[in-house]
């Protein structure tokens, strides 16, 4: 079994080699330690009392490598081994779990993006466990799953995490399973991916193959740092043009922030607020249901959503129905939209790299730092939580704060 086990690490082209010897004895040690056939799986409870037994005498680097070894051979012996348990397809169980699911993401007022993404992970794993009933579900059918997302389509962390954030969801708040085991699978390798970023005539070429509100919205984005979603969600009551401000509400993690509102955009955008007022009138004129409120302001203020302060910095030119409530209202402008055309601008401006419109936020904290601003200030005006993710831009500076540039410039 440990002949095949060490055939499929040779297999996998995404591990370092000189690491396959040493799982192999991780793994034949552990199963000498229990005095266990290799073709029996472990429970948790045992990997992690053979694991506490190496904390006496191993380094944590060592003792880690060994929990990956055993993870990821506990999940080599569930695809050689299937569970021989039958279980009768529940097509109709499923639909009610993601009914239900569906319903108390709604009731905990989760974005609709989260929504659809949750409820789209479920879906593959469903698919994943075949005909199991989703009433035989146990802890182990997820941790089986997340280590094939790591081990057989090499997903990113970040896309492992955002499933076991889903699947987790439905357990402990759906099917109430929560006994507090440890969800030790074979975890997706964290790849260091620096940000694109533009140089400033870059961005300035981009801006002038764009026209429009489209052209606005990229400026708006870039000159405050806002990500896609912050800046399609802007209400007129966030701008503050006197005191040259943006108010990002409920941006990533559910936080309000402020941030700098450039002094060029100000009479550009003073003049499209004119322009969508006419668009408000109309909408008020034709008495059309107001647009959607967050959280429960919708039932504290019915009519908080028919006021001018309210209403999106960036409307969508048509009416369309509400995906959750089915009122047919204003929505903001669909972001296929604005991605098309930052994209066609990319293109037109000759740049030949993979960019996006977050790029725009990546630039905009890139060269707020080549200018000297202090660190914590993007940190503050980016939003993160967290200053080491704000460190990042200073691998892709062209010069840190402190004005360091390469010696070879200065020969």
Known sequence: MLVDFEKELIADKSLNSKHFPHYIRWVRNCYNYFRLPPTERLSQVQIQTYLSHLEKSREPWQIKQAGQALQR?????????????????????????????????????????????????????????????????????????????????????????????????LYRHVLGIDDGEAIDAVRAKKRRRLPVVLSPSEVQRVFAAMEGTLRLMAMLTYGCGLRLSECLNLRVKDLDLERGMVIVRSGKGDKDRRTV?????????????????????LDRHQQLPGVFLPKALERKYPNA???????????????????????????YQHPRLFQRAFREAVRAAGITRYVTI?????????HLLEGGTDIRTIQDLLGHSDLRTTMIYTHVASKNALGVVSPFDRS
């Open 73 to 169: 051979y506990d999940y080599f012996l569930t695809r050689e081994r299937p569970s021989a348990v039958a279980f009768a397809a529940d097509p109709d169980g499923w639909q009610e779990l993601l009914a239900k699911t569906r319903d108390l993401l709604r009731v905990k007022q989760m974005a609709l993006n989260t929504e659809k993404t949750y409820l789209g992970w479920l879906r593959q794993f469903q698919l994943f466990l075949g005909s199991k009933s989703p009433r035989q579900l146990v802890f182990d059918d997820m941790r089986r799953f997340l280590s094939h997302l790591a081990v057989d389509r090499k997903v990113a962390a970040a896309t492992q995490n955002q499933a076991l954030n889903a699947i987790l969801f």
């Open 305 to 331: 959503g028919k006021e001018w302060s309210w209403f999106w910095v960036f409307p969508a030119r048509g009416i369309s129905t509400d995906p959750r409530s089915g009122i047919v209202r204003r929505h």
């Open 358 to 366: 977050h790029a725009l936020r990546h630039s905009f904290a890139t």
């Open 261 to 281: 509102l450039p002094e060029r955009l100000r009479d550009e955008l003073s003049n499209h607020l004119q322009r969508v007022r006419e668009l408000f009138d």
